[in-house]
């Protein structure tokens, strides 16, 4: 079985090919069945894999299937090949398990769209360049598939591109995962250079053997940590994701939350051996960076009234605790948020997008309110989405970021301190959500402040596709944490499994006060969770005080603004002067050079100076072509 | 390099390749007046048939073969020692082939509109220059191959072109000229020069190339003048400017073939005459050639975001992307110029078809002016797609062509020119922003009045842009084909110059 590995990014890019062809035949909803099974034929295939690695001694589950060569030349040998190991069987899973949950619900969600059988296509292209990334057996084959994943993005935000915003943001998005990938890029030249290889054996091999010094390691993981920034949307290039919600919702639950933005956090803990031996600010930058991504864009959270906003933040800020993890050296805590994290924010997006299909296409949180009772279904699943990713224990969410939270202590109290408040942040702002959207009055046909009228609408449940993925979801959103429970070794199941792939770099802090005091910390936890629940209640559920929402938060401290001033003024000016200059100087030296031969090829034709051998060699030349200008002349007119 | 080989086939397939366009162009001029309704079904055969060739080649070619293959070698004028010197290598190969397809498809595809008769005859002679040029040895012959190409390109531009086609033909034509009379002078001195180790007069570039021995300095002043002409050809800033105003007013045919293969008679040049005649010198002038290199990566990446004519900005992105080409080249690596040369190809086929996709948008809007179009996606999604697959390929697409040759050149040229290699990569970066915005405000957004009845691609130019979409996708998923037939002789041409210069 391990040796058809090839078989699970194929049948998601035969499903799109199919969808290619003859999508417009199959129509709606059929090419969405199609590209269903595809994706779920995947799922059963990375689970069968799975069953048959589970039953290998743990130094054996390494399997690398070689398709074929891709860029034979010379000392460089890049294989198109592929890595079935813990790590990417994991990876795998949730990537193909959620993407076929979440296809089954766009049959529903895109029901009626114009381009239905088109989005499917995009969404199995998607499919299969994700699961290029997770099983690229070296840095290249995981490049195709993050560049192709970028592709999908772009082409699944401007999915309405007649909307201009969409437009913008499609764009937008792609280029500035462009900058990231100019790291991954210079990472792959370094990593070349010192190892002489590109395959991800090689290179955590040369990091174990110390063939590959410090210093060219730390340069490798920074860059390629540079592309983690772009795609995991960290700070400072997060700045695509929020306006990628311009997506329909299933691609912002998939794309924007579940798997492509954790691309970031699989690629630096794949290379994890070189981020060991890289020097010790490296992973350092990386949990600083991260801790200040999860506190920043909780802060914005908490004043955006747009549902997809909220989690888009939400989202970022997530990211920046699975980096605040990987900089601690907990990597397999990183990897279990990572999942936990898939299933409990592709609930919430789902859900969202729910809300917004009952809706009827309304997404400002104000109007919303009481839909608990006229979707209880959605409302019940969201809610546990919400407890998933407050905290509270026992929902999938709580003993994941409990686990960061304790390797970051052991690293760093002060970044533990950002963590816990981010912590707060979060339950207060997922309250505060499910307040305005599921509890309170129903505000749908307030138009109070509206200046266009819009019609009555009447909010209604989705169709049972629709609601099928969302209660999977919340199953996996209840359970996931049994993954990986704190009470025994024995427990620590995702550990064990990914002990091969990071072992060696994991942070040991069994001897620390942290770790001595897991107990107390996994309280205050929940104390902290509960609170900032109550805070919310008492503030939007009760009215108890009158909340704050500074201008400063939801404009998101005016990072986006100030960059796109700072890009359409300067920026602008700065090219458009480069563009003038080519035009007036570069050309216009150019031009004068010709007249002013004109004219010196008129006083010499009369002095005959030391020119003349040149003049010669121009009339000669020019003779020559004048006469083949006359005898092709004389032949062809 | 210098072992060419021994295996002969008998039928004298690199001559046909340049003498079958020449008598099809001289065919076609005589049907012209006499037998109207046969000149068309003449240029499409002789075009054709070159296509023919050229593909029997690439499969005849041995694999694995360093030296020149096919040589053919006659007797020209015998007391200057020049001869009708053909050969073809890994390097050429590839141009050879992409030559022989392209001119058919621009022949067959594209509907000149007026003057048929003359427009095809110089096309084929465009064709049969091309070809000359890629696969002479014989420094004269390369001449006069190098310099017939302006002929019909100028007429070319001028005849068919649009409203600035006269000024901008001249430009073309004068700024080329000027390049290459200084390689006619560097070629009479190296001929003269290389007398005095070779104690014969020879043209012949092998035996130059292995033979003489220049002193230092006058190889620098040799390379330089060479080089000059390569520079303007290419274009490499700061001598490009011609290139935008003649992309811009030359009719569709005349822009994919001056980007698709005209371009690359620098880049080739450079390898196969400016380094190997004088590797020494080519080491001396890298860090400047390097220089200028990555200058003209960001340089034409930034202008052609600011460029409000589509064709302009295409025009600009070659720029840009001629840039890596030249890197790549001086780099000196395997993968570097192996990348360079399958680059030179890659660029021929994607900026070659998206020229294809403007010109076919100009049939139909009457304009290329960015701001004047608009949400076309949505009424021609099929177009769209297609020009988004081409698009893609530009920017370097991991899976596309493009990616396969510019990320050979930068790694293979980050050993040699670390830092510049780290400022291309920002060209990169800035490809993704120029085309995607332009194809934003193109092909996104609601269709205006003028735009609403944009005509999905037809069937005819589905089939043209499906062979160009053929390339792109094949290439870049399974280079080693190319790859495999371009190496060996890349490595003996880096021996050749690691020998010289030790």
Known sequence: MLSLIWLIPLLPLAGAVLNLVLGRKFGDPRSGWVATLATGGAFLITVLVYFEMLGLEAEERTHVEVLFSWLPLGSLQVDFALLADPLSIVMALFVTGISTLIHLYAIGYMHGDAKFSKFFLYLNLFVFSMLMLVLGENLLVTFLGWEGVGACSYFLISFWHTRDSAAVAGKKAFVTNRIGDFGVMTAMFLAFSSVGSLSYGAINEAAHSGELASVTATAIAMLLFVGACGKSAQLPLYLWLPDAMEGPTPVSALIHAATMVTSGVFLMTRMNPVLHISFEWAPTVIAVVGAATALYAATIAVAQNDIKKVLAYSTVSQLGFMFLAIGSGAYVAAIFHMVTHAFFKALLFLGSGSVIHGMHHQQDMRRMGALRKVMPITGFTFIIGWLAIAGVPPFAGFWSKDEILLYVFAKSPALYVVGIVTALLTAYYMTRQVIMVFYGEARWNDHSDEHGAHGDITPHESPRVMLIPLLVLSVLSILGGAMQLPFSKKLHFLEHWLAPVVEESEAYIGKTWAYQNKYLLLLLAVVVAVTGILIAIAGYGKARFKVVEPKILEQAWNYDATVSRVVAGPGATAFNLVSWIDANIVDGIVNGVGESIRGIAGSVRRVQSGFVRTYALLISLGAVLVLAWFLLRGVLL | ?502
């Open chain 2, 1 to 502: 390099m210098i072992a060419a080989s021994t295996e002969v086939l008998s039928f004298p397939i690199l001559s046909a390749l340049v003498i079958l366009p020449l008598v099809g162009a001289i065919v076609v001029s005589l049907l012209g007046k006499t037998r109207p309704e046969w000149m068309k079904l003449a240029a499409m055969t002789s075009s054709v048939a070159t296509g023919a060739f050229s593909l029997w080649l690439l499969g005849e070619f041995k694999t694995g073969e360093a030296g020149f293959q096919f040589v053919s070698q006659h007797v020209w004028i015998s007391q200057w020692g020049i001869s009708w010197h053909l050969g073809v290598d890994g390097i050429s190969l590839f141009l050879v082939v992409l030559t022989g397809i392209l001119f058919p498809l621009v022949i067959v595809g594209i509907d000149p509109h007026h003057n048929e008769t003359s427009y095809f005859a110089w096309m084929l002679l465009l064709q049969a220059g091309v070809m000359g040029s890629f696969l002479a040895l014989d420094l004269f012959l390369f001449f006069v191959m190098f310099e017939i190409v302006l002929v019909p390109m100028y007429f070319l531009i001028g005849g068919w072109g649009y409203d600035q086609r006269v000024y901008a033909a001249m430009k073309f034509f004068l700024y080329t000229m000027t390049g290459s009379a200084f390689m006619l002078v560097g070629i009479i001195a190296t001929v003269s020069l290389a007398r005095r180790d070779l104690g014969i007069v020879t043209f012949d570039l092998i035996k130059i190339a292995e033979g003489a021995n220049f002193s230092t300095n006058a190889a620098r002043w040799l390379f330089v003048s060479f080089a000059i002409a390569f520079a303007v050809k290419v274009p490499l800033f700061p001598f490009h400017t011609w290139l935008p105003d003649a992309h811009t007013q030359a009719p569709t045919g005349g822009s994919v073939i001056l980007a698709g293969v005209l371009l690359k008679m620098g880049t080739y040049g450079f390898l196969r005459f400016g380094i190997y005649l004088f590797p020494e010198a080519a080491m001396w002038a890298r860090p400047t050639l390097f220089t200028l290199a990555v200058i003209g990566i960001i340089y034409g990446a930034i202008a052609a975001t600011m460029q409000r004519d589509l064709k302009r900005l295409v025009a600009y992105s070659s720029v840009a992307h001629l840039g890596f080409i030249v890197l790549g080249t001086f780099a000196l690596s395997s993968q570097a110029v192996t990348g360079a040369v399958m680059q030179m190809v890659n660029h021929g086929v994607s900026t070659g078809a998206l020229f294809l996709l403007v010109g076919m948008i100009y049939e139909r809007r009457h304009t290329r002016e960015i701001a004047e179009l608009r949400g076309i996606q949505h009424v021609a999604p099929i177009f769209a797609g297609v020009f988004t697959v081409v698009m893609l390929s530009s920017i370097g697409l991991p899976g596309l062509n493009g990616f396969v040759g510019e990320f050979l050149i930068l790694i293979g040229s980050f050993g040699a020119a670390r830092w510049w290699t780290v400022v291309a990569t920002v060209g990169v970066v800035l490809a993704a922003l120029y085309l995607l915005w332009a194809y934003q405000r193109v092909f996104h957004g609601e269709p205006d009045e003028a735009n609403a009845s944009f005509k999905e691609i037809t069937a005819k130019e589905g089939m043209l842009m499906a062979v160009f979409v053929a390339i792109i996708v094949f290439t870049g998923i399974y280079p080693k084909p190319m790859l495999e037939r371009i190496e060996p002789s890349v490595n003996s041409f880096i021996e050749h110059v690691e020998g010289k210069t030790k």
